[in-house]
């Protein structure tokens, strides 16, 4: 199963991504967090990277094509993968075309009024946990509960970066919408839901392609 799952900043991509990866044993590959492991790092990579991510652009193709080139062909993703966070362009699509072909991509849809909330509100844990100030309960919103890490805040989920993520989105990933419903690849999931009720749209959904 080869998945990409598609949609602007705070969809959810994240969050449903983890409900697959129990459900089909493939990993995730988000590029926004091999970044955020560079920059952790302190490499040369996560620097110039950070430079872009913190103003809510996209880290250049060179960068991130190749992470995503070297990443898709290590042996656990033999079995399959789901893309969070690439293609993000046109150019990126075209490139992806060329290494591996897409059996779906799932496109989260949410109005932009939840997610500036969803993005502001979300708490991180280093073991990649996510969290939301909205649906944990206050006071325990410190702790990581899967692993007792302290929680924290990225540092792009400012309300001003956010909405230059946003406008990145409009402008350079959303025309991917059409790039892929053209290809008869697209299938649109409404994220303005529960994340039980998203969860089990996209089980379906995939359900139904692994049965073709
Ligand atoms: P990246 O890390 O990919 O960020 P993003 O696309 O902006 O998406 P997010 O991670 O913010 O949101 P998400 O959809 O994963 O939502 P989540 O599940 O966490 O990229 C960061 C940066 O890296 C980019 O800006 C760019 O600079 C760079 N980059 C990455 N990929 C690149 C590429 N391909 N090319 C170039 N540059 C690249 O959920 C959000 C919150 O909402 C959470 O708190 C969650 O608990 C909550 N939530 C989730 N679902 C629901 C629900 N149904 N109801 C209520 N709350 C919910
Ligand atoms: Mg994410």
């Not at 129990?22 to 110039?48: C, F, H, N």
């Not at 089990?200 to 359900?207: G, H, R, T």
Request: net charge neutral.
């Amino acid at each position: 199963m080869k998945v990409a799952l598609f949609g602007p900043p705070g969809a959810g991509k994240g969050t449903q991504a983890r409900y697959i990866v129990e459900s089909y044993k493939i990993p995730q590959i988000s590029t926004g967090d091999l970044l955020r492991a560079q920059v952790r790092e302190g490499t040369d990579l996560g620097k110039m990277a950070k430079e872009y991510m913190d103003k809510g652009a996209l880290v250049p193709n060179e960068v991130v094509i190749g992470m995503m080139k070297e990443r898709i062909s290590r042996d656990d993703c033999r079995k399959g993968f789901i893309l969070d966070g690439f293609p993000r362009a046109l150019s990126q699509a075209e490139a992806l075309s060329r290494i591996v072909g897409l059996d779906a991509v799932v496109n989260i849809t949410v109005d932009t009024s939840a997610l500036i909330r969803r993005i502001t509100g979300r708490r991180m844990c280093g073991c990649g946990a996510t969290y939301h100030v909205d649906l944990n309960p206050p006071g325990q919103i410190g702790i990581c509960d899967r692993c007792g890490g302290s929680l924290y805040q990225r540092e792009d989920d400012s309300e001003a970066t956010v909405k230059s993520r946003l406008e990145v989105y409009h402008t350079q990933t959303e025309p991917l919408v059409e790039y892929y419903r053209m290809k008869g690849l697209l299938k649109d999931v409404d994220g303005n839901r529960s994340i039980e009720e998203i969860s089990s749209d996209i089980v379906d959904i995939l359900a139904h392609i692994e049965g073709q």
